[in-house]
C-alpha cells in the first residue's frame, strides 16, 4: 500500500469509529432533555432518576466522542495538506464556527448541567441540557455542512490554483448540506432510542425496576418511531438531490447500467464493474427508480456506462451499503411502531420476544450508520470534492508511506483501547441500573 492508500484508510476508520459516538449524543441527549423536562414539570421522582441514569451514559459516550474527534481535523493538515490548500478558506470557516460557537455553547452547558444539581433552579438546570441538546445537533449542522460542500460544491471560483470562498450564504443553505444533515441527525435520533429501548428491555427481562424502565421504553419508542419515520422521509428527498448534483452516486446505489427512462430499482443485484452488468438480478421494480431521483416514472436515470470509469465509484460496496442502510430503516419502523403500541397499551414487560428483539437491536442502528455513511463518502469517489478534486490529488506530497503506517498502527491502539473503556463502563452502568431512592427527603439528590 501507498501512503495514499494508508492515508484514505486512516481517514475511515478514525471517522468510522468516531461516528459511533456522535449518532448516539445527538439521540441520548434529547431523550435525557425529554425526561427531564417531564420531572421539572411533574415532580415524578422516576423521572428524576431516570434523568440521572441514562444521563450518565451520555456523559461517558459524550467524553470518549469528543477524544476520538479532536484527531480527525489535524488528519487535514498532516495527511491531506494538498486538499487544505486547495479548500481550506471554504472548508475551514464552517469547521472554525462549529469549534468556536455550537461545541462552545454544549460544553458550557453541559459544565452547568453536571455541577449544577440544587445549585440553579430546576427550571435553569432544565435549560442547560436543553442548550446541550441544541449545541450538540449544531455541532453536527456545521460539520455536515462542511461535508455537504464536498458532496455538492457551491459558492466558490477557482483563482490562483485554489478554490476561494465567493459566497458563504450559498454554502450555508446548500440544500444538499441541509438533507444530509436531517438524514444524519434523524438517524443519530434512532440510535438514541434503540440505546434506551434495548436497555430498557434488558430490565424489563430481569424484572427490575419495571415502573420506571416502562416509563423509558414509551419515551424512546415515541422517539423512535417519529425519528425513524423521518430518516424514511429525509432520505427520499436526499436521495433525489444525490440523483440531481451526483448522477455517478445514484447509479453506483441502485447498480444501473444504462441510461434509461422508467429505471427500475433492482431489489437484489450482482455487480460486475469488469464487464459493465449484473451478473445476477433479482426482482426488478419497474420505474421506481426513476420515481425515486425525479419523483417521476418516466424520467431518464443516468448509467454508469455514460460516466467515465476512471469517475465511476466502487459499484458493488457502494449498492449492498445502500440495501443495507435502508433494509435496516424499514426493521427499525417496524420495531418502534411495536414497541410503542404494547408501550401504550401499558403490556410491553409480557412481551418476552419483542424485549429480546429490541436488546440484540442495539448495534443494528450503528450498523445502518456505518453503512449510510459509506454510501455517502464511498460513492463521491473518486472525488474528494465532487466533480472538482480527486482524492489521489488531495494527499499530502511530503509524508511518507512509513510515516503514514506508524500513525495508523498508533490511532488503531490508541482508539482500540477507548472502544474498550467505552463498552466496558457502558455496560457496567447499563446492567447496574438507577441508584435506588433513599427516602422521600433526598430522592431528589440521587447521584
Not at 440553579?120 to 455541532?139: C, P, Q, T
Not at 473518486?382 to 500513525?407: E, H, R
Request: charged share 15%; aromatic share 14%.
Amino acid at each position: 500500500m501507498d501512503a495514499l492508500m494508508l492515508s484514505r484508510l486512516q481517514f475511515a476508520m478514525t471517522a468510522g469509529f468516531h461516528f459511533i459516538f456522535v449518532p448516539l449524543t445527538l439521540g441520548l441527549v434529547i431523550l435525557v432533555a425529554i425526561m427531564q423536562t417531564i420531572y421539572v414539570r411533574t415532580g415524578d421522582q422516576d423521572y428524576l432518576r431516570m434523568t440521572k441514569f441514562w444521563g450518565k451514559l451520555f456523559l461517558i459516550n459524550f467524553a470518549i466522542g469528543v477524544v476520538t474527534g479532536i484527531t480527525l481535523e489535524f488528519q487535514f493538515g498532516m495527511n491531506w495538506a494538498e486538499y487544505s490548500k486547495y479548500v481550506g478558506d471554504i472548508f475551514g470557516a464552517p469547521l472554525a464556527i462549529e469549534a468556536t460557537v455550537a461545541f462552545f455553547l454544549e460544553s458550557t452547558f453541559l459544565g452547568v448541567w453536571i455541577f449544577g444539581w440544587k445549585k440553579v433552579s430546576k427550571k435553569a438546570h432544565l435549560f442547560a441540557i436543553w442548550m446541550v441538546a441544541l449545541g450538540s445537533n449544531l455541532s453536527a449542522l456545521w460539520i455536515l455542512i462542511a461535508n455537504g460542500w464536498m458532496q455538492h460544491p457551491v459558492g466558490y471560483e477557482l483563482r490562483n490554483g485554489r478554490a476561494e470562498l465567493v459566497d458563504f450564504v450559498a454554502v450555508i443553505f446548500s440544500p444538499y448540506a441541509w438533507l444530509k444533515f436531517f438524514h444524519t441527525v434523524s438517524s443519530g435520533w434512532v440510535i438514541g432510542a434503540f440505546f434506551v429501548m434495548g436497555i430498557s428491555a434488558y430490565h424489563l427481562l430481569k424484572k427490575n425496576e419495571i415502573q420506571l424502565f416502562k416509563k423509558s421504553m414509551k419515551i424512546a419508542s415515541v422517539f423512535g418511531l417519529l425519528s425513524a419515520f423521518a430518516v424514511f422521509l429525509i432520505g427520499d428527498f436526499h436521495a433525489a438531490e444525490v440523483a440531481k448534483t451526483q448522477p455517478s452516486k445514484f447509479a453506483a446505489m441502485e447498480s444501473i447500467w444504462e441510461t434509461q427512462e422508467g429505471a427500475p430499482v433492482i431489489m437484489f443485484a450482482v455487480p460486475d464493474s469488469e464487464n459493465e452488468r449484473n451478473s445476477v438480478e433479482i426482482l426488478p421494480l419497474p420505474k421506481l427508480a426513476s420515481i425515486l431521483a425525479y419523483h417521476s416514472p418516466n424520467a431518464e436515470v443516468t448509467g454508469l456506462k455514460d460516466i467515465p470509469k476512471d469517475e465511476r465509484p466502487p459499484v458493488g460496496l457502494t449498492f449492498f451499503s445502500f440495501r443495507i442502510m435502508v433494509g435496516l430503516g424499514t426493521l427499525f419502523l417496524l420495531l418502534t411502531v411495536l414497541a410503542y403500541y404494547y408501550s401504550r397499551k401499558g403490556v410491553i414487560e409480557n412481551k418476552t420476544l419483542l424485549l429480546r428483539v429490541l436488546l440484540y437491536s442495539i448495534p443494528l442502528p450503528y450498523i445502518a450508520a456505518q453503512v449510510g455513511w459509506i454510501v455517502a463518502e464511498v460513492g463521491r469517489q473518486p472525488w474528494i470534492v465532487y466533480g472538482l478534486m480527486k482524492t489521489s490529488d488531495a494527499v499530502s506530497v511530503n509524508i511518507t508511506t512509513s510515516q503514514v503506517f506508524l500513525s495508523l498502527l498508533g490511532f488503531l491502539v490508541f482508539y482500540g483501547t477507548l472502544g474498550v473503556v467505552d463498552i466496558y463502563l457502558l455496560f457496567k452502568f447499563a446492567r447496574k441500573g438507577p441508584e435506588a431512592p433513599k427516602n422521600a427527603q433526598t430522592a431528589g439528590e440521587v447521584q
